[in-house]
T-cell receptor
Framework: QKEVEQNSGPLSVPEGAIASLNCTYSDRVSQSFFWYRQYSGKSPELIMSIYSNGDKEDGRFTAQLNKASQYVSLLIRDSQPSDSATYLCAVKGIDSNYQLIWGAGTKLIIKP | EAQVTQNPRYLITVTGKKLTVTCSQNMNHEYMSWYRQDPGLGLRQIYYSMNVEVTDKGDVPEGYKVSRKEKRNFPLILESPSPNQTSLYFC????????????FGPGTRLLVL
C-alpha cells in the first residue's frame, strides 16, 4: 500500500527561524509532490508543488525533492506566527489514477 | 467569488438516519471529490467524479453514495450513518482530472451518535 509519512509534531520553532518539515513516500514512481497548509478548523490550501529533483523557491517557502531517497521537504524562512498551522504533504503517482495520497500532516507552532 | 460551498457545516445525527451533505462549486470545474479527514490519518478520498454522470470510488467508499447530475453539484449521501463515519468531510473541485490545483470547501463536521 502506497504511503506518505510525516512526523505529526508539534514542531515548535521560534519566530524568525527556519522551520523544516519533512515527508517520505513509499511509491518510487511518484511524480508530483505538494505541500498544503491547513489552519485549525479550515480547509487545506495549496502552497507549493514540485515535480523534479532539487529546490523550488516561492517567497519564504522552499520545497526540496530527492526522488532517490524518496523524501520531500518544506522550508519556511523567517517564520511568522501566522505560519502556525498543520502542513500536509500529498503525492501523486502515475499508477494511482491521478489521485493524491496524503500524509497525516505536521503541526507547526511558531513561538513569538 | 470562485468558491466551493458545503452544507451543513456542522451536523449531529443518530445512527441509521439518512443524511445528505451538499457540495456546490461555481467555477465550472469538471472534477469533484469528497474526502474525510480523521486525526492521525490525513485526508482519504471517498468518491470522485470526472464529469456529469461519471463517478468512481476512492479509497474509503463503504457506507457512502454520491451522484453527479449537474456539473456544479456533488452531494454526499450517507444512507445509514454509523458512529465510525464521525469525521470532518471536505468537498473539493478542480478544472480537470489532470489539473494540479484543487479547491476545497470549508468542511462539514459530522458527529454520528
Amino acid at each position: 500500500q502506497k504511503e506518505v509519512e510525516q512526523n505529526s509534531g508539534p514542531l515548535s520553532v521560534p519566530e524568525g527561524a527556519i522551520a523544516s518539515l519533512n515527508c517520505t513516500y513509499s511509491d518510487r514512481v511518484s511524480q508530483s509532490f505538494f505541500w498544503y497548509r491547513q489552519y485549525s478548523g479550515k480547509s487545506p490550501e495549496l502552497i507549493m508543488s514540485i515535480y523534479s529533483n532539487g529546490d523550488k523557491e516561492d517567497g519564504r517557502f522552499t520545497a526540496q525533492l530527492n526522488k532517490a531517497s524518496q523524501y520531500v521537504s518544506l522550508l519556511i524562512r523567517d517564520s511568522q506566527p501566522s505560519d502556525s498551522a498543520t502542513y500536509l504533504c500529498a503525492v501523486k503517482g502515475i499508477d494511482s489514477n491521478y489521485q493524491l495520497i496524503w500524509g497525516a500532516g505536521t503541526k507547526l507552532i511558531i513561538k513569538p | 467569488e470562485a468558491q466551493v460551498t458545503q452544507n451543513p457545516r456542522y451536523l449531529i445525527t443518530v445512527t441509521g438516519k439518512k443524511l445528505t451533505v451538499t457540495c456546490s462549486q461555481n467555477m465550472n470545474h469538471e472534477y469533484m471529490s469528497w474526502y474525510r479527514q480523521d486525526p492521525g490519518l490525513g485526508l482519504r478520498q471517498i468518491y470522485y467524479s470526472m464529469n456529469v454522470e461519471v463517478t468512481d470510488k476512492g479509497d474509503v467508499p463503504e457506507g457512502y453514495k454520491v451522484s453527479r447530475k449537474e456539473k456544479r453539484n456533488f452531494p454526499l449521501i450517507l444512507e445509514s450513518p454509523s458512529p465510525n463515519q464521525t469525521s470532518l468531510y471536505f468537498c473539493a473541485s478542480k478544472q480537470g482530472m489532470y489539473q494540479e490545483t484543487q479547491y476545497f470547501g470549508p468542511g462539514t463536521r459530522l458527529l454520528v451518535l
